[in-house]
């Protein structure tokens, strides 16, 4: 059973730049397909972003694409996302997991883009 932890949230200004982090437990990441999720208040969990398990390839959802970085570091179990010119729309609370959203998800770590 894999446990993921958020961290990187903040409140921000439009235009303004973060880095999540997230580090697994429980499994070796280094095997696995790795995403990046966010929920908007009532809105259902999208996805934002994946990376392969070597970390060549990377995809985004079309809403961030120039603007967010999908990477990873698999000797420390963990995925990033840099995320730049962020917009008020990204306001979320964003989750890491795999491919296949294994259950429990973490806590998430929340994103405020607002002035």
């Known amino acids: 059973q894999g446990q993921f932890v958020e961290s990187g949230g903040a409140l921000v200004q439009p235009g303004g730049s973060l880095r999540l982090s997230c580090v697994v437990s429980?499994?070796?990441?280094?095997?696995?397909?790795m995403n990046w999720y966010r929920q908007a208040p009532g809105k259902e969990r999208e996805l934002v972003a994946g990376?392969?398990?070597?970390?060549?390839?990377?995809d985004y959802a079309d809403s961030v694409k120039g603007r967010f970085t999908i990477s990873r570091d698999n000797a420390n179990q963990a995925i990033y996302l840099q995320m730049n010119n962020l917009r008020p729309e990204d306001t979320a609370i964003y989750y890491c997991?795999?491919?296949?959203?294994?259950?429990?998800w973490g806590q998430g770590t929340q994103v405020t883009v607002s002035e």
């Open positions: 997991n795999t491919l296949g959203a294994t259950e429990p």
């Open positions: 429980g499994f070796n990441v280094r095997y696995q397909f």
């Open positions: 990376i392969s398990t070597g970390g060549r390839a990377m």
